[in-house]
T-cell receptor, first 114, second 114 residues
């Protein structure tokens, strides 16, 4: 069975602080995909990143960066110099190769204070 | 170039009524997925459909819930005899038939059962 754990229920930071959101997953598959989505207060789901399990290179996109560690089954997400607009719930998700369903974590609510 | 369209955005039903949620996939996408998000929780996979076929309904409750994706028209998620516990956000996503298994999510339908 697949499982995604986001142990941080809620994080509050002050603007310009760096913040890391943790994601730990469980799967018996050797190939799989990992995702991060953002859900702002308006409620829609915004795709942030998709990572293949074979690709352990860290990725940076502007203020966002992702650290994939297959040895610890973690796919952590860091926001550098956070902004108020980053306030949202962030979800990590896992997809088995050959299956279409995503398994989501329970989400981390990030509150960025001005 | 519209994205995944879900309607209505908000739906209020009395206990015992039927709820019909609609999802029009992105142009060129022939696969549709439904997810449910209970309050303060992550998304849970419900069902995966292709045109006129249910491919994976492993996440669908056994009773009162059904889904279809007809040859013409949107995909419909139907909940009969709604109960308070059905109150949730229901998200639809679509993807193309081939290529990477990426999703595009709609903005969701928020169902409230009173």
């Amino acid at each position: 069975a697949q499982k995604v754990t986001q142990a941080q229920t809620e994080i509050s930071v002050v603007e310009k602080e760096d913040v890391t959101l943790d994601c730990v997953y469980e799967t018996r598959d050797t190939t799989y995909y990992l995702f991060w989505y953002k859900q702002p207060p308006s409620g829609e789901l915004v795709f942030l990143i998709r990572r293949n399990s074979f690709d352990e290179q860290n990725e940076i996109s502007g203020r966002y960066s992702w650290n994939f560690q297959k040895s610890t089954s973690s796919f952590n997400f860091t926001i550098t110099a956070s902004q108020v607009v980053d306030s949202a719930v962030y979800f990590c998700a896992l997809q088995r190769t050959g299956r279409r369903a995503l398994t989501f974590g329970s989400g981390t609510r990030l509150q960025v204070q001005p | 170039n519209a994205g995944v369209m879900q309607n209505p955005r908000h739906l209020v039903r009395r206990r015992g009524q039927e709820a019909r949620l609609r999802c029009s996939p992105m142009k060129g996408h022939s696969h549709v997925y439904w997810y449910r998000q209970l309050p303060e929780e992550g998304l849970k996979f419900m069902v995966y459909l292709q045109k006129e076929n249910i491919i994976d309904e492993s996440g669908m409750p056994k009773e009162r819930f059904s889904a279809e994706f007809p040859k013409e028209g949107p995909s419909i998620l139907r909940i009969q005899q709604v109960v308070r516990g059905d109150s949730a956000a229901y998200f639809c996503a679509s993807s193309p038939a081939t290529g990477i298994y990426g999703y595009t999510f709609g903005s969701g339908t928020r169902l409230t059962v009173v």
